[in-house]
């Protein structure tokens, strides 16, 4: 499994030297700008937290999607399939790139968070983080859902996966950047609700788990595959 | 020694195709050419064993051991060439080979730099602006470089130019010479299989019709021309019939069974002539089952 490992970080270098290059200094500076805070409604939300999303979104969103959107990427399983390697380690192999990503992140926003607030530290704030890392497994294990159409058999249920599972992506980028893009303005109040939610401990033990059980599935579906053709 | 491999009862089946059941196996050190026209399973079959696809029932085993992605040890004694080349796209030649020689504890840089200095193929260049030539050539070298016992070919000269497709089927040619190697050749190009097969297998709609050694169907099948009076004269072993008058043209499955039935019935001026694999192949594809048990 690291030969593997090993090899996906040299190959994904540029895209990681970017994302880190992008997060890194915005980190620094929301820390210098706003404390590391936003505040929505009666909420303050880790503001590096939305634009690492964006980040996420924008920069390694598309390396996970890859399988989806780019057919050379999409072929990287069969590739992979092929090689003296268990097909059921690849799952953990595709996530732990954009979590690894995600967590140091955050790891580095709760190092600096303390020394900045001479250690008071929100407890919605600490929440409000569990939910959105359980939202970037969500977002990690979009592939489930091509991945599964590999194990399924039945017209119909490829349609809905088809059709689920961009659905549901597409809702919760509108739901959680409503906040900030201008033109999803009109889905501001669901934003408000999921900031509400997800800034309380059982909003974010309820995000925690759905995305923990996500990547659970999706690690587990790709070596259960019963074809790596494209 | 255990069969380089065994297909048993293997079934696949997608909508409007069903492959198999499959009961096929390879003893080591042979070629086995597997013929049919487009859609007829060859990439399927080939898929099935090297785990590009799960069949939904059956088993396969290679060198005695079960295909199981899992536990895939049994990876180590193949090379594969697939239809398509898949490789990290953004790395060059010499990166995707290096990366591969650290799954292969047999793995020769030796040899995959030979290999790649005989096909000419440059290292140097990014996988994704390679052409599909050179991108069965730097298939063709992962699949060497580690001198497998088995090698798998999908119609590995598919879509490139006669002047490459020589290159690989020499080099081929060679690989069979200095190893007891085993192939298993996919193709509907039926001159390369002629060259390389010990036997041939001939598989339509999913099911295998016949397999034979090449050298028997040379033995058995021959062109006849003879002349001989009369309507209606069922002729046996035969495939295909041209008469003009009295004149008749016969390809014949048994020559030796034709033959002496014309003895029988006085046919005069008989000529048998020898066929190539690939006239024969021919005839047996466009006839089917029933030409193939004949």
Redo the contacts between chains.
């Keep these: 499994m690291w030969r593997l490992l090993k090899a996906e970080i040299a190959y994904n270098k540029n895209f990681l030297i970017i994302a880190y290059g992008i997060a890194v200094p915005t980190l620094i500076f929301s820390f210098i700008w706003e404390g590391g805070i936003y505040q929505k409604g009666n909420f303050n939300t880790p503001i590096i937290v939305i634009f690492h999303q964006m980040i996420f979104m924008t920069v390694l969103f598309p390396i996970i999607l890859g399988v989806t959107i780019d057919r050379r990427s999409s072929k990287r399983a069969m590739f992979h399939a092929l090689l003296i390697h268990p097909v059921r380690s690849l799952g953990i192999i595709y996530l732990s790139l954009p979590l690894f990503f995600w967590f140091s992140i955050v790891f580095l926003f709760w190092l600096i968070y303390p020394i900045v607030h001479e250690g008071n530290v929100e407890f919605p704030l600490i929440w409000q983080t569990l939910s959105i890392t359980g939202l970037m497994f969500v977002l990690a294990s979009g592939p489930l859902f091509y991945d599964l159409n590999h194990c399924l058999k039945g017209k119909a249920a490829k349609l809905i996966l088809n059709f689920l599972g961009p659905f549901l992506y597409v809702v919760l980028v509108l739901f959680y950047y409503a906040a900030i893009i201008p033109l999803l303005g009109n889905f501001s109040p669901i934003n408000t609700m999921m900031i509400e939610f997800s800034s309380s401990s059982l909003g974010s033990i309820l995000f925690f788990c759905t995305g923990s059980i996500l990547a659970a599935l999706g690690i587990i579906i790709v070596g259960r595959r019963k074809s790596y053709v494209e | 020694m255990e069969k380089a491999f065994q297909y048993n009862d293997v079934i696949k089946t997608f909508p409007g195709f069903k492959l198999g059941p499959l009961n096929l196996e390879l003893e080591p050190g042979t070629v086995l050419g597997l013929v049919g026209p487009n859609g007829a399973g060859k990439t399927t079959s080939i898929?099935c064993l090297?785990?590009?696809?799960?069949p939904d029932s059956g088993e396969i085993r290679v060198f005695g051991r079960p295909n199981d992605?899992?536990?895939?040890?049994w990876?180590?004694d193949i090379g594969?060439v697939g239809d398509?080349h898949?490789?990290?796209?953004?790395?060059n030649g010499l990166q995707n080979l290096r990366?591969?020689s650290?799954?292969?504890p047999n793995w020769s840089d030796e040899k995959a730099t030979e290999l790649a200095k005989r096909f000419q193929l440059p290292l140097n260049k990014r996988a994704?602006d390679l052409s599909t030539g050179n991108r069965v050539k730097l298939s063709l070298v992962s699949a060497l470089a580690h001198s497998p016992n088995l090698l798998l070919l999908d119609e590995p000269t598919s879509g490139i130019d006669p002047v490459v497709r020589t290159e690989v089927l020499d080099v081929l040619f060679e690989v069979l010479e200095t190893g007891d190697r085993a192939i298993f050749y996919t193709t509907h190009i039926l001159p390369e299989i002629s060259r390389l097969a010990d036997d041939l297998a001939f598989i339509d709609e999913g099911q295998i019709w016949l397999r034979t050694p090449k050298e028997d169907l040379n033995e058995r099948w021959r062109k006849i021309t003879f002349r001989l009076a009369g309507e209606n004269v069922a002729f046996e072993s035969i495939v295909n019939h041209r008469k003009e008058g009295n004149d008749h043209q016969v390809i014949s499955s048994d020559f030796e069974i034709t033959l002496h039935q014309l003895q029988e019935l006085g046919a005069e001026n008989v000529q048998d002539m020898r066929m190539s694999i690939e006239e024969i192949a021919v005839q047996i594809l466009k006839g089917g089952k029933d030409v193939a048990s004949a």
């Design positions: 898929q090297v785990g590009l696809l799960r992605l899992n536990k895939p040890e990876k180590l594969y398509v898949v490789f990290y796209e953004r790395w990366f591969l650290q799954f292969y994704k």
